[in-house]
């Protein structure tokens, strides 16, 4: 009964999602206010249905109901409770669903925050988000149900695959897809806007917080999905150029991009059609990656039905989506002048060199994300595009970005003068390079060519970044936590940037045979291996290999790596055991059994790379904080004299 | 006027260092056969695919260094590595391996990827074979399970 209702509840969720939609736009276009008043009613209904919806799959997860194909295919009488609920999204329906579930609450938070918006143009945002709605909607109940039956009912399911039942399945997706569904709020608040033909500086101060808690959201969530791969995968990587991370890093950087290029709409009005195109294509990525993702056509360590339908339904979802954004773009944009001008030194400038090299970055991730696609349609083999295309191309754009970051947070908004401000420049950059090269010789006493290069910028941006907080914190100056959160979030990248540096300078990883007893040192550690011995889980059998690791006769610590069979999929999995000894990340993969007693292991050494997870996260935070600032809230709707004033005033 | 040619310009070099990069750093795959016709360019790293052959394996007991067979069921390819073998790695299974072959011919691999379902083969070998053998030998079962957003659910990988 349960699925039948969920099944029934999306249905009526998409006629909602379309009742929103029409009533948003059209209700909005034909100023009728009863049409926009049932808006939110609609938004509310949809929420319900979708929640509804949600409850009964995970009803039917919990009481392992196998007569569900989506439950009988990801699930098992004996996976432990917690993983019958992440099951829920550990496929590709049910993760559909969690979409469609957070983009509901997205909505929800939008109508109920709406209040502080004019009537239109709110009804508009609630269309738009109505639209996307339905289409995903749409796919779901087209080609992906969750709900549909298995008759004659499984005796038990084929069980969740053995690498999800982890907690990272739990906390990696939903934030991820939170992030990912979040940039829908700024695309449908650029549509609404050029729906109006309207852009004014009220419109950036409400677009803002939303884009920066889904670039939070988005940041948190891939930091999470390279922690998750790492430990989880046994391969030791953090990050792999993947078709599907590098699906969701590319609405990373045009998000970056957007919340730097509404910062210049915000503050002096400028960027307009830039923020809305920039608003635009971070939406579109998302969707891109959806449909990299879902469509199979891309070969990456997500495996995924390689269902044409759904590919093809998708691509058209896109090419509506996009394309109708697009020429909605294309007729008003025209009319969304920027009056005022800058000057090449100002604040301004050095903003839209930010998005220039964001842009280009986004550009050649996606290049090397479709070339093998491009290749292949055209005939010209079948290829694939690793970290040698990928770093050398990411770090071209990335240098001069952090370069101009450290010299651009003290430059003037209009005027181009830095003045005095040069000397501090300077000093900040020379006690950089004084640190990053101590750091580097200092501790390692060695390096690639670029490794002093990304410890100084590195140094440099932190450095930079707190010159002006300390100094107004001393003055007793208030500091609003918009300013704060930049600060936060620059230090968290100048932190990123040492931490990435040197994992790229000095890890190591050797595989070795080892045989009980014997010792194998690598470097700077010893690793004593003590033989494997049989564990016994709840639903998976695995031998666990004891190693001892010392550091000049210290002891470290004992890992024990361990080979899982699960007893339903008869899936062999590695589970890594991992230890932080001073910055060092020690990862150890158990391998196979050589014969003559030896066994293969796995052993890698990352300096500083829990420092990359923690800066990303840091960075995130970051921009919570900005977005918790009290002049996003304190935005009425009327009165735009007096806004103009204060702005001339101000800033 | 100078900031926008500056940035029209730089714009232009990223492009056009973006495609030599691109056209530098592909790797092509190739089958069995292709890697018999000579179609390999001499010393290239490449992306070999096919199934391990069943009994194929071989290793001196106690040693990291694997041997094994690779096929399209025209031609074989032998394989030498000498890393930890991907968890799913299987005689009889579909498989990819990175590498550059020797001048007597061998394989020899730096990194080595198998597919997480015994049944499912990895996307190049099953067209590859399709091509080869039409139908028969390339049906592909739809996986087991359709991991969604997770790390790694569909490869499993050795090497870097």
Known sequence: MLPELGHFALILALFLAALQAFFGIAGAAAGRERWMAAVTTAVAGEAVMVATAMACLMASFIGDDFSVTYVAENSNSALPLFYRVTALWGAHEGSLLLWIFLLAAWTVAVAAASRRLPARFAARVLGVLGVVSFGFLLFTLATSDPFVRLDPAAADGRDLNPILQDPGLAVHPPILYTGYVGFSVAFAFACAAMLEGRLDQNWARWTRPWTTVAWAFLGCGIALGSFWAYYELGWGGFWFWDPVENASFMPWLVGTALIHSLAVTDKRGLFKSWTLLLAILAFSMSLLGTFLVRSGVLVSVHSFAADPQRGIFILAFLIVMIGGALSLYAWRAPLLRSAAGFELGARESFLLFNNVLLVIAAATVFAGTLAPLIADSLGLGTLSVGPPYFNPTFMMSMLPLLALLAVGIHANWKRGRLGDKWRMLLNTLVAAAVIGCGLVFGIYRHGQVLTPVGATLGVWIILASLVDPIDRWRRRLSLSRAVLGMTVAHVGLGLVVIALTTVQSFTIERDVAMSPGASVAVGGYEFRFDGVSPVEGPNYSALAATLVVTRDGMPVTVLRPQKRQYWVQRQVTSETAIRMFRGDNILLALGEDLGAGRWSVRVQIRPLVTLVWLAAFIMACGGALAASDRRYRAVKVAAPAEEAAALERGT | ?160
């Not at chain 2, 092509?28 to 016709?37: I, L, N, T």
């Not at chain 2, 001499?42 to 690779?70: D, I, N, T």
């Open chain 2, 1 to 160: 006027m100078v900031l926008v040619v500056g940035i029209v310009a730089g714009v232009a070099i990223a492009g056009a260092l973006t495609l030599s990069a691109l056209r530098q750093n592909v790797t092509f795959f190739f089958d069995p056969s292709e890697v018999a016709a000579g179609h390999v360019p001499a010393g290239e790293r490449f992306r070999l695919g096919g199934m391990v052959v069943k009994g194929s394996l071989q290793r001196a007991p106690g040693s990291l260094e694997v041997h094994f067979v690779v096929t399209d069921f025209s031609h074989n390819v032998p394989v030498v590595y000498d890393r930890v073998l991907p968890d799913l790695f299987r005689e009889g299974a579909g498989v990819v391996a990175h590498g550059r072959l020797r001048g007597d011919g061998t394989f020899v691999a730096d990194e080595v990827l198998a597919k997480h379902d015994e049944k499912y083969m990895p996307p190049e070998v099953a067209r590859s074979l399709k091509r080869r053998h039409g139908e028969s030998r390339a049906q592909i079962p739809p996986p087991a399970t359709l991991p969604a957003a997770s790390p790694g659910a569909g490869v499993a990988k050795a090497g870097s």
